[in-house]
């Protein structure tokens, strides 16, 4: 056996770790296993172009482009932004609860690019699932807002992942396809999106147990607050400004004293 | 009986139209290189097969060179203002989302009533199905919308330029999955595998292939790069050759057991240092975190997926 045939993987890894092109990368693991396998060149190339070619069923899926593209013109996206702003933000986990079934649902008919991060995560999820987080733990400081907005973004993923392999047309299955194809294999795209379902309910279920104990973690006061009941709002933070002129007192730099402030 | 070649001329006809429009785009001051890189996809999947293999390898490395060198842009098509778009929504509501409904459903039931029809080839019914459902799709949105002639063309150029050369990267991994298995990758990967395997444990080189399907997409930040070759070393020579599991299943289950990992890495940018960064966190690695605790349950989750549906 030749074991320096596996410099092909070396060469994806490194390459993808380094940043260079994905494109140019693969293409010298191709021609670089090709030559340490002991075939020529041109042979090498040839081989190459013929597994290029016998997979172009992988990149079938830009035909639904025009299809999108026509909704967007129309409105797609902003008709996703405003059913995402009408959810209940009754508590921070069931409004991302309520995101991650949208996301999958959506993305399991082909429509993942109605979401993400920049379409309605930072203009909508993130802002909604804060404010929600304010109303539940009123004193939440900077750490627990970062963890909240993390959450949104990270609903986002879990959803857009683990609804789209549900959808035929999508690259991961049809590189299935195309690899096994090349292997002598055949399967329906129908196929492996059935075996995708298991995984998306399990995912559904899993992260949705993680928003809903967050929910509960951010409506029990955090052990360190020690005052317990007391009023909430306006006095509490009231409170804290008075407090922290005092806590600085002589070594603390003026801008330091602001810090009160912006709590309120 | 209808075959792939009518998806192929449909999909080479919509990435002709995409250089072609990409040429009269003075918006992008890399308007050739975009049409070039369009228009040779478009000839591959026009000619691909009478171009011969080496023809076909020169159109790969002209693809390469040309997304190597930074020859893509990013053209700006016309298309409707903000206050359009948002006006067009409110009054047409939550019907927007129907056309695009038209493509999985017709996919679907394509598939499920015209298997045996004769009318098409059994083995693709999936995929010519999907093709008619875009068509399909597009008759409804022009009956409906009204558009101008082009608008499809051009709003999808739109966003096959926000693609843009990545576009082809799966199929390029495809490929490199084949040429691995031609220089006999899979059976160096499966020799060691198999002596590092305890003697005849099924669950032992699922759970290998699954959790190296995770370490790999980590390392490499992408499943797609992954698949091929833990696919090739593990599951093609072990899971579906010895022990004769369902490929479907295996792979299906396998890729998303990748997406565990990507879930787990900030070499995936785009999903989760990218949102770090938009949503203004202090901790760049935010998202990862809050990831970790769904991606390894749901990793376990795979694996036994695999061990009972593919055996």
Same mark, same amino acid.
């Given at each position: ?23 140019? %990368? ?98 909508? %999820? ?12 009123? #004193? ?24 789209? #392999? ?25 196929? +492996? ?72 | ?23 009269? #785009? ?5 308007? &050739? ?63 927007? &989302? ?35 459902? %875009? ?80 370490? &790999? ?56 240092? %990218? ?22 349950? +749901? ?13």
């Amino acid at each position: 056996m030749n074991y320096f045939v596996l410099v092909g993987i070396l060469i994806v890894v490194a390459g993808f770790a380094l940043r260079l092109n994905p494109l140019l %990368v693969v293409a010298v693991a191709a021609i670089a296993t090709g030559l340490i396998a002991g075939k020529p060149l041109l042979a090498v190339v040839a081989a190459f172009g013929k597994a290029f070619n016998d997979s172009r069923i992988v990149t079938i899926i830009y035909i639904l482009l025009p299809v999108i593209g026509l909704l967007e013109r129309y409105g797609l996206q902003q008709r996703a932004r405003t059913l995402i702003g009408g959810m209940r933000r009754a508590t921070t986990g069931r409004l991302l609860v309520a995101y991650l079934l949208f996301r999958q649902v959506f993305a399991s008919f082909g429509l993942t690019s109605v979401a993400g991060h920049a379409q309605t995560v930072r203009p909508l %999820v993130a802002p909604m699932a804060e404010a929600a987080a304010e109303k539940q733990h009123p #004193d939440i400081d900077e750490a627990g807002r970062e963890r909240v907005k993390a959450m949104a973004a990270a609903t986002d993923n879990v959803g857009n992942f683990f609804g789209e #392999d549900i959808f035929l047309a999508v690259g991961s299955i049809l590189l299935i396809v195309g690899f096994l194809g090349q292997n002598g294999i055949r399967v329906e795209p129908l196929q +492996l999106s059935v075996y995708a379902i298991p995984t998306a309910v399990l995912a559904f279920l899993i992260h949705s147990a993680r928003l809903l104990w967050m929910d509960r973690r951010l409506s029990s006061p955090s052990p360190s607050d020690g005052e317990g009941e007391r009023p909430k709002g306006g006095g509490g933070v009231a409170g804290e400004a008075a407090t922290t002129p005092l806590h600085q007192a002589s070594p603390g730099p003026p801008t330091h004293v602001s810090h009160g402030e912006e709590l309120s | 009986m209808i075959g792939l070649q009518p998806l192929y001329g449909l999909t080479g006809a919509v990435f002709a139209a995409f250089a072609l429009l990409s040429v009269g #785009d003075r918006t992008n001051r890399k308007r &050739f290189g975009n049409a070039a890189f369009w228009g040779l996809i478009a000839i591959s999947f026009f000619f691909g097969d009478l171009l011969g293999d080496l023809g076909n390898g020169f159109l790969v490395l002209a693809l390469v060179a040309l997304a190597g060198f930074g020859a893509l842009g990013r053209g700006q098509p016309p298309t409707t203002s903000a206050e359009e778009k948002a006006e067009s929504s409110r009054r047409r509501g939550n019907a927007l &989302f129907l056309p695009a409904l038209v493509i999985p459903v017709t996919a679907l039931l394509g598939t499920l009533f015209l298997k045996n029809s004769g009318w098409i080839e059994p083995k693709q019914v999936t995929l010519v199905s999907l093709g008619a459902g %875009v068509l399909l799709a597009l008759a409804v949105g022009y009956a409906w919308l009204r558009p101008p002639a082009l608008a499809p063309l051009q709003e999808g150029r739109r966003l096959m330029d926000s693609v843009g050369w990545a576009a082809i990267l799966p199929q390029m991994l495809a490929a490199l999955g084949a040429v691995f298995a031609l220089a006999g990758v899979g059976d160096v990967v499966g020799g060691i595998a198999g002596r590092i395997l305890p003697e005849g444990s099924l669950f032992a080189a699922v759970a290998v292939y699954a959790l190296g399907m995770a370490v &790999f997409t980590m390392i490499m930040g992408n499943a797609f790069a992954a698949f091929p070759v833990m696919t090739g070393a593990v599951a093609l020579p072990i899971l579906i050759r010895g022990f004769h599991g369902d490929p479907a299943a295996i792979c299906a289950i396998g890729m998303l057991a990748g997406f565990c990992g990507t879930l787990m890495t900030p070499m995936a940018a785009n999903f989760n240092i %990218v949102p770090a960064a938009l949503l203004d966190l202090k901790d760049r690695n935010a998202v990862v975190k809050a990831q970790v605790a769904t991606a390894i349950p +749901l990793l376990a989750c795979n694996v036994l997926l695999i061990y009972f549906l593919g055996f």
